[in-house]
């Protein structure tokens, strides 16, 4: 994933915390804004995250499930 990036080593970790801790999506005009990379490089970047975060289906979840700020469809409420 963090092969032949073009914008340093430090950007590209600090892209995938946000998009892995963020509640909301993160637009690629955020990431070029505060990263400084092109939109291309932003897009194709983000899209490589995306696909190494994706299930590949040899280990679905099964039994009970504990998932910590889980919001379906109404609106987000603060704790």
Do not use: W
């Amino acid at each position: 994933m963090f092969h032949r990036v073009k914008f340093g080593v430090p950007k590209p970790f600090f892209i995938c915390f946000e998009m892995t801790t963020s509640t909301k999506s993160l637009s690629i005009r955020y990431t070029v804004a505060g990263y400084g990379a092109t939109e291309k490089t932003a897009h194709l970047f983000m899209h490589k995250v995306i696909a190494a975060m994706e299930s590949n289906g040899k280990y679905p979840m099964d039994g009970i499930v504990n998932v910590d700020g889980f919001v379906l469809g109404g609106v987000e409420q603060g704790i």
